[in-house]
């Protein structure tokens, strides 16, 4: 099993930054891929940023490529979304992700975070 602890969300200009953390604890686990999705109070859940482990490939959705960067801390499995020139339809509850393999089953699982919110005013 393994818990994602999320930090970082909150209220914020239009303009400014915002970053938010997501550490993912356990046993007998190891980290494929680790990433960042929202979700409107009304809409589907969307990707936002992937990054793999081993070779750090990242992907982004195309409304925040070039302002949003992801990147992870392997030594403590810390993933890291780093929002910049953020906008008011960034506006959403943002969730972390993570597809990690039990080292005692070998079987792979996703999980995901509680939510955080991140809120832009205009």
Known sequence: QVQLVESGGGLVQAGGSLRLACAASGTAFSVHHMGWYRQPP??????VATITR???TTDYA?????????FM?????TVYLEMNSLKPEDTDVYYCKVRALDLRTWTA??????GTQVTVSS
Do not use: K, P
Not at 73 to 77: C, F, K, L, Q
Not at 109 to 114: K, P, S, T, V
């Open 42 to 47: 009304r809409g589907q859940r969307e990707l």
């Open 54 to 56: 081993l070779e750090s």
């Open 62 to 70: 195309d409304s925040v490529r070039g302002r949003f960067t992801i």
């Open 73 to 77: 801390v392997n030594a403590n499995n």
């Open 109 to 114: 699982a996703e999980y995901w975070g509680q």
